[in-house]
């Protein structure tokens, strides 16, 4: 049974931006860390961005820090990646994660539920 529901993926030209939401489904994820994960074709999944329970502490990738922002929203239920100056190599399907144990919150083992994820295609 789905427990995370990304939104907000879509098509956009490269430099544009997008907004992806998660909400939880049946249950509630106040007390976990949360994380975005992507995956292209052909590649594995790579961590993007976390955030803790708190909101208080987010952690980046490399490849997106300075054009990405990771919140919580003021339930601390929903949470959101603002994604500005998109490029084309940003292009995947964007997965919602939940971290019970609040750390190693850039390695997939750590996360215990799932979303479907959300496509977002980034056009040269």
């Known amino acids: 049974q789905v427990q995370l529901v990304e939104s907000g993926g879509g098509l956009v030209a490269a430099w544009g931006s997008l907004r992806l939401s998660c909400a939880p489904s049946?249950?509630?994820?106040?007390?976990?860390?949360m994380g975005w994960f992507r995956q292209a074709p052909g590649m594995e999944r790579e961590f993007v961005a976390a955030i803790s329970s708190s909101g208080s502490s987010t952690y980046y990738s490399d490849s997106v820090k300075g054009r990405f922002t990771i919140s919580r929203g003021n339930a601390k239920n929903t949470v959101y990646l603002q994604m500005n100056s998109l490029k084309p190599e940003d292009t995947a399907v964007y997965y919602c994660?939940?971290?019970?144990?609040?750390?190693?919150?850039?390695?997939?083992?750590?996360?215990?539920?799932w979303g479907q994820g959300t496509q977002v295609t980034v056009s040269s």
């Open positions: 994660a939940a971290n019970p144990s609040q750390t190693g919150v850039d390695r997939l083992l750590n996360y215990e539920y």
């Open positions: 049946r249950r509630t994820f106040r007390n976990y860390a």
